[in-house]
């Protein structure tokens, strides 16, 4: 459903879903592109009636937190930019990631290991 939503939906959903939690108002300044307090509460009440967000009283306001896992949400996104920069390819997307030059931990090297072993493994 995420992919469904127009780009500013989409972009205030994802940007609450790496807050975690957030008043509309530190929403709107973690926001790339910062919209007007009324434009994002707006926003976040159509993103609360589709079911994706969910408010309740905070001592500063409403706080509102994403309905859906957040690990959801990030697989989502993580498809759409390997689907429009990386034609489809995982595996280019995953040598992208690891030429930007930051070191791995011996168990992150391991970790991706593990899961490009279980990768090969599996059959079409």
């Given at each position: 459903?995420?992919?469904?939503?127009?780009?500013?939906?989409?972009?205030?959903?994802?940007?609450?879903?790496?807050?975690?939690?957030?008043?509309?108002?530190?929403?709107?300044?973690?926001?790339?592109?910062?919209?007007?307090?009324?434009?994002?509460?707006?926003?976040?009440?159509?993103?609360?009636?589709?079911?994706?967000?969910?408010?309740?009283?905070?001592?500063?306001?409403?706080l509102y937190t994403p309905v859906q896992r957040t690990q959801a949400v990030a697989a989502g996104a993580?498809?759409?930019?390997?689907?429009?920069?990386?034609?489809?390819?995982?595996?280019?997307?995953?040598?992208?990631?690891?030429?930007?030059?930051?070191?791995l931990t011996p168990e992150e090297a391991a970790a991706l290991e593990q899961v490009i072993d279980q990768?090969?493994?599996?059959?079409?």
């Amino acid at each position: 459903m995420i992919e469904a939503l127009p780009r500013r939906e989409r972009e205030v959903f994802e940007t609450l879903c790496r807050l975690d939690s957030s008043t509309a108002a530190g929403l709107r300044h973690a926001l790339s592109d910062p919209l007007s307090d009324s434009a994002v509460r707006t926003l976040l009440s159509r993103l609360e009636g589709k079911g994706l967000v969910a408010r309740s009283a905070g001592r500063d306001g409403f706080l509102y937190t994403p309905v859906q896992r957040t690990q959801a949400v990030a697989a989502g996104a993580l498809q759409r930019m390997i689907d429009t920069f990386f034609a489809g390819s995982a595996a280019s997307a995953a040598t992208a990631l690891l030429g930007l030059g930051q070191r791995l931990t011996p168990e992150e090297a391991a970790a991706l290991e593990q899961v490009i072993d279980q990768a090969v493994e599996r059959k079409p």
